[in-house]
């Protein structure tokens, strides 16, 4: 079993950035793939990006691509997310999730474990 903890929200100005990290429990962090989701008030929880369990495959959506990157340091168990040019509309509470897939996904339902949120708030 893998417990994740994100970190590194908060308040942010428009065209600012951020950085989120998640650090992972256990020792087998290199055996998921892992994937970055967030939820705002009101609407369905969302991909954002994900990379595979060497980091060296990533997927992103439309809508952060060019000014998100997700990353990992399995020797530290932990994936990050630096967030660039930030846009109110990227407020909501961000989420990190492991998967047992070999490969990386968009889809909530291929991840087996889930961090507990980190609030993302944007302002104009």
């Known amino acids: 079993q893998v417990q994740l903890v994100e970190s590194g929200g908060g308040l942010v100005q428009a065209g600012g950035s951020l950085r989120l990290s998640c650090a992972a429990s256990?020792?087998?962090?290199?055996?998921?793939?892992m994937g970055w989701f967030r939820q705002a008030p009101g609407k369905e929880r969302e991909f954002v990006a994900a990379c595979s369990r060497s980091g060296g495959s990533t997927s992103y959506a439309d809508s952060v691509k060019g000014r998100f990157t997700i990353s990992r340091d399995n020797a530290k168990s932990t994936v990050y997310l630096q967030m660039s040019s930030l846009k109110p509309e990227d407020t909501a509470v961000y989420y990190c999730a492991a998967s047992k897939r070999l490969g990386y996904s968009r889809w909530t339902y291929e991840y087996d474990y889930w961090g507990q949120g980190t609030q993302v708030t944007v302002s104009s």
């Open positions: 256990g020792r087998t962090f290199s055996s998921y793939a």
